[in-house]
């Protein structure tokens, strides 16, 4: 079973960037799709950007779309989520997951990921 390990959260003034990092131990990345979603305090977990390992499609959430960028390394078997211009309503714990099925494009619903990691914090100031 694989092992995700998120970081790279932290507080960042409103238009800032993060990156985030998804690490992968006991399994590579290469047969899934990875998927990053997040949850606000008092809110549902969202997806937010998604990635088909093998074939490097990816998606995104409309709210994200054109500030966030999912990208990968295969060497470091790690799955990247740089976020830009950053607002307060990206405030949320930010969570990797993979899905074993590699569906293609990417899904945007919680059920359909198999692992998850154990979150990292992201906190935007206005």
């Known amino acids: 079973q694989v092992r995700l390990v998120e970081s790279g959260g932290g507080l960042v003034q409103a238009g800032g960037s993060l990156r985030l990092s998804c690490a992968a131990s006991?399994?590579?990345?290469?047969?899934?799709?990875v998927g990053w979603f997040r949850q606000a305090p008092g809110k549902e977990r969202e997806f937010a950007a998604g990635?088909?390992?093998?074939?490097?499609?990816?998606n995104y959430a409309d709210s994200v779309k054109g500030r966030f960028t999912i990208s990968r390394d295969n060497a470091k078997n790690t799955v990247y989520l740089q976020m830009n211009s950053l607002k307060p309503e990206d405030t949320a714990v930010y969570y990797c997951?993979?899905?074993?099925?590699?569906?293609?494009?990417?899904?945007?619903?919680?059920?359909?990921?198999?692992?998850w990691g154990q979150g990292t914090q992201v906190t935007v100031s206005s």
């Open positions: 997951a993979v899905q074993s099925l590699s569906t293609v494009p990417p899904p945007t619903t919680v059920r359909m990921y198999d692992s």
């Open positions: 006991g399994r590579t990345f290469s047969s899934y799709t």
């Open positions: 990635l088909s390992w093998g074939r490097g499609i990816t």
